[in-house]
């Protein structure tokens, strides 16, 4: 009897630990990023403002917090859990990991293709998602520039009566994707650092861009 008692015992165990490995611990493993906020930065060139022309990259720049997200109010000064910002998180030395190259996926600093294979081959996101967010950004990229469009255009024309050198504009938009595919505009930045400690390997990427039809 306590032979068959302890082969029981052993069998249970060994088939506990095998499922809880297999199935619980991998999916930890692949929702472990869902646990660290992240935002996203897009890059928009302006070539023209009458007519308007605005081009979008496709890809970008993933920038992930070093400390696991919280909603504890004790904890709402902590920088490194809800602010994403490259300067602010590298200073957490015991945490920040640098990506020698963007285009892996390590590190807490992605190229924006990879988050997007991230989210389709761990989290079963679909070409359908995929148009759905990117739908929002080119939406909110747009209609944010509608809106500054008339002050840029005084702007450029004070400064065309003085020079005759041709212009454009590149900006770096700061978003954040909620639980529910939703995009939000954190800011827009007018001087988007192009250093290449910040951003890694982004000066090699300008090879695509893509236009934003003002159709509607």
């Known amino acids: 009897f306590f032979f068959f008692f302890f082969f029981f015992f052993f069998f249970f165990f060994f088939f506990f630990f095998f499922f809880f490995f297999f199935f619980f611990w991998n999916s930890f493993l692949i929702f472990l990023f869902i646990f660290l906020q992240f935002d996203i930065r897009i890059y928009v060139l302006l070539t023209s403002l009458d007519p308007l022309k605005i081009f979008m990259y496709d890809d970008g720049l ?47 600093k992605w190229r924006l293709r990879v988050l997007w294979r991230y989210f389709q081959e761990e989290i079963g996101l679909q070409e359908y998602d995929f148009q759905y967010i990117w739908g929002q950004i080119e939406e909110s990229v747009v209609k944010s520039i509608l809106v ?12 065309a009566d003085v020079s005759d050198y041709n212009t454009y504009k590149l900006l770096g938009y700061d978003m954040m994707i909620d639980n529910d595919l939703k995009v939000h505009v954190l800011e827009v930045n007018g001087r988007p650092q192009l250093q290449s400690a910040v951003i890694g390997n982004v000066q090699l990427w300008f090879t695509s861009w893509k236009f934003c039809p003002l159709d509607g």
């Open 62 to 108: 993933v920038r992930i917090a070093t400390e696991p997200y919280t909603e504890d109010p004790e904890l709402i000064k902590e920088s490194c859990i809800h602010v994403t910002n490259y300067d602010v998180n590298r200073k957490n030395t015991k945490k920040f990991i640098h990506s020698e190259n963007p285009s892996l996926g390590q590190g807490h």
């Open 148 to 159: 500054a469009l008339p002050d840029m255009r005084k702007e450029f024309q004070e400064m």
